[in-house]
């Protein structure tokens, strides 16, 4: 008897000649590794289904105990055309993806992938949505920068700056050229609303002005330095974004 997974595929890996290793994000589940035998033939039945960023309903042996299953048949829940179809929002559900799988949390985090996907397919402004999935990536690891007051001296007035290197909003008074980032008063604004948001908060975002990818760089400027974590995707996604 073949059990029954469903899923989003949030990686895609190459193994040996025809097939391919994929990633599986599911809920309470968390991460599965299944063995796409013969995938890349161009004759293969699940290709269609075992594309990067998939919603998908998979058929695996999930009764035997094993590291990697093997993937006996898939069909398609949701394809996200409307994404694939764009290269900017591709761009951004790949980064995703690679956020997701490198960051290994115990947490069940599928909800927050399916919602940011189902997002991305509909909206007009994408860099909204990966600016607030940032924010959520940066609280989960435990890296929220401090957005009350100057995080030098406490003053809750005259913000002017972001620090990386000390963790939050600077004053300023306590702006230092050669460290601090400045940045106009709407983007502090905007930067802040973000740290405090969460994704049921996303229809609030939406009445601001659009964001801007400067506003998501700020915030994975913080997930870069204390995460830990290098992602490829990000070079791509800036491309993109520089077309």
Avoid: W
Avoid at 117 to 131: K, V
Wanted: charged fraction near 25%; include cysteine.
């Amino acid at each position: 008897m073949k059990d029954e997974l469903e899923g989003i595929i949030i990686r895609y890996q190459e193994y040996r000649e025809h097939d391919a290793i994929l990633h599986v994000l599911c809920r309470k589940r968390g991460i599965v590794h299944v063995n796409a035998r013969g995938i890349q033939k161009v004759k293969s039945k699940n290709a269609p289904a075992c594309q990067l960023f998939t919603h998908v309903r998979m058929q695996l042996p999930l009764q035997e105990t094993r590291s990697i299953y093997t993937l006996r048949n898939a069909e398609i829940i949701e394809g996200y055309r409307h994404i694939r179809e764009d290269l900017l929002k591709q761009s951004i559900a790949a980064y995703v993806c690679e956020c997701i799988d490198a960051s290994k949390f115990e947490e069940d985090v599928f909800e927050v992938v399916q919602t940011v996907l189902d997002i991305l397919q509909e909206t007009t402004h994408p860099i909204r949505i990966l600016c607030l999935f940032q924010a959520i990536m940066n609280r989960m690891h435990g890296i929220e920068p401090y957005v009350d007051g100057c995080v030098r001296c406490g003053n809750q007035k005259a913000i002017y700056a972001i620090s990386i290197r000390d963790g939050g909003f600077i004053c300023h008074s306590c702006y230092r050229m050669e460290q601090d980032a400045m940045r106009s008063k709407e983007d502090l604004k905007v930067f802040r609303l973000l740290c405090k948001a969460h994704m049921e908060h996303y229809d609030i975002l939406k009445s601001y002005q659009a964001f801007t990818y400067q506003n998501f760089e700020d915030l994975y400027a913080f997930f870069y330095e204390y995460a830990g974590i290098s992602l490829k995707s990000v070079k791509f996604l800036k491309t993109i974004i520089a077309m």
